[in-house]
């Protein structure tokens, strides 16, 4: 069942949102080699908790920390742990926040430090994929053109598109109607009208698309152990340009001025 909201809901919903993208502006501004995915963890649940939310993961069908912290060959759903940031890791953080009734839920995948050109590369064009997939999350459009959008930007420079993990519809659920497949037919999938809210999340991967779970149940990896990138914006579709929910900004602000951070596909 799809669910439109209304205006007052998307305010609500852009609230939930921004609080993700505050808490991965904290998590941006001091993240750095030597820390651990579980300091990352504690960062975002307290800075949640502080702002009277709760995070909208822990217990999700029994998931157990606050969120997904998917470093390298992790696609997404990575548990926290104390294995120590090195210079030349990726890692995707993911953040649900419930508040007000609505859930946020966005991720960014941060480089540190020095890392491969080709992995730089898989960061920059996964990150503007989202962005392909987003101008078409438009009223009139099918959910199939989103998917489309992102599966050509990306297969273009031959990446793997994963496939047994999709975006969604996003409101007092995590997950609502419609799932959003980062690969697809135009043309194809629900017409959406407006004010359908949407969690659009590219995982791409620098080599096969094949992705298996760990032994923890939850953990999804690459075949191959090659690297996969992971970026997800809360979005409503609206007539002739998509109103995005959660907000890139603040955490590009906050990872350009921390020198343990490379942003340096900004440049590319
Ligand atoms: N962004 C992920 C999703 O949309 C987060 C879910 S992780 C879970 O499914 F642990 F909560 F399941
Ligand atoms: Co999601």
């Known amino acids: 069942m799809i669910i439109y909201k209304t205006e007052d809901e998307i ?13 991965l502006s904290e998590i941006a501004k001091v993240l750095k080699p030597g820390m651990t995915t579980l300091d990352i963890d504690r960062l975002a649940a307290e800075f949640i908790r502080d702002n009277d939310a709760v995070p909208s993961f822990l217990n999700y069908s029994g998931y157990p920390h606050n969120i997904c912290t998917s470093v390298n060959d992790v696609v997404v759903h990575g548990f926290p742990n104390n294995v120590p940031l090195r210079d030349g890791d990726i890692v995707s953080v993911d953040v649900g926040v419930y508040k007000n009734g609505f859930h946020g839920d966005h991720a960014y995948t941060f480089i540190l430090g020095e890392i491969a050109p080709e992995v730089l590369k ?21 959910v199939g053109d989103i998917s489309n959008a992102i599966q050509t930007y990306t297969e273009r420079e031959g990446y793997g598109v994963v496939r047994e993990l999709v975006g969604h519809g996003l409101g007092r659920a995590m997950h609502e109607d419609p799932q959003v497949p980062n690969y697809g037919r135009k043309g194809s999938g629900i017409m959406m009208k407006e004010n359908l809210v949407l ?14 779970t760990d032994e923890d149940g939850w953990t999804i990896r690459t075949e ?45």
């Open 224 to 268: 191959d152990g090659k690297p996969s990138v992971h970026f997800e914006h809360d979005v409503c579709i609206k007539k002739g340009e998509a109103f995005v929910l959660s907000d890139y900004t603040p955490i590009e602000i906050a990872e350009k001025a921390n020198a343990n951070l490379n942003s340096s596909y900004y440049e590319l």
């Open 11 to 23: 305010k609500l919903m852009q609230t939930s949102a921004l609080m993700v993208s505050a808490a």
């Open 122 to 142: 898989l960061v920059r064009i996964t990150k503007e994929s989202l962005f392909e997939g987003i101008k078409h999350a438009v009223v009139g459009k099918r």
């Open 199 to 212: 969690a659009i999340e590219p995982m791409i991967n620098l080599g096969t698309r094949h992705v298996f």
